[in-house]
Nanobody, 125 residues
Framework: QVQLVESGGGLVQAGGSLRLSCAAS????????MGWFRQAPGKERDFVAA??????YYADSVKGRFTISRVDANYTVYLQMNSLKPEDKAVYYC????????????????????WGQGTQVAVSS
């Protein structure tokens, strides 16, 4: 069983930055692909970024602005979000994928085994 707890959400002005954290439990963390998704009101949950070892993959909408990283010793995954836009407003979810999943494959929600409870990000214009 894996538990994921996100933190770091909040309200920021457009152009600002936030860093989300995801604290994970479970013995398979170090070999799991980890990712972030987001869901805006009335919309589907969309892929944002994923990481396995040092390999990363990003949605086009965040490429160059967001950076995903992980510290395996701390069982933590981060999402550094810079140059935030109003359209980045959403609930952000941490996700743990199947062990053999590549970061690119994490964009498919069917590859997700566990979800966090989400953290709200709001961006004012």
């Amino acid at each position: 069983q894996v538990q994921l707890v996100e933190s770091g959400g909040g309200l920021v002005q457009a152009g600002g930055s936030l860093r989300l954290s995801c604290a994970a439990s479970g013995r398979t963390f170090r070999v799991s692909t980890m990712g972030w998704f987001r869901q805006a009101p009335g919309k589907e949950r969309d892929f944002v970024a994923a990481i396995k070892d040092s390999s990363t993959y990003y949605a086009d909408s965040v490429k160059g602005r967001f950076t995903i990283s992980r510290v395996d010793a701390n069982y933590t995954v981060y999402l550094q979000m810079n140059s935030l836009k109003p359209e980045d407003k959403a609930v952000y979810y941490c996700a743990s994928g199947r062990i053999w999943t590549s970061p690119r494959a994490m964009a498919d929600k069917r590859q997700i085994d566990y979800w966090g409870q989400g953290t709200q990000v709001a961006v004012s214009s």
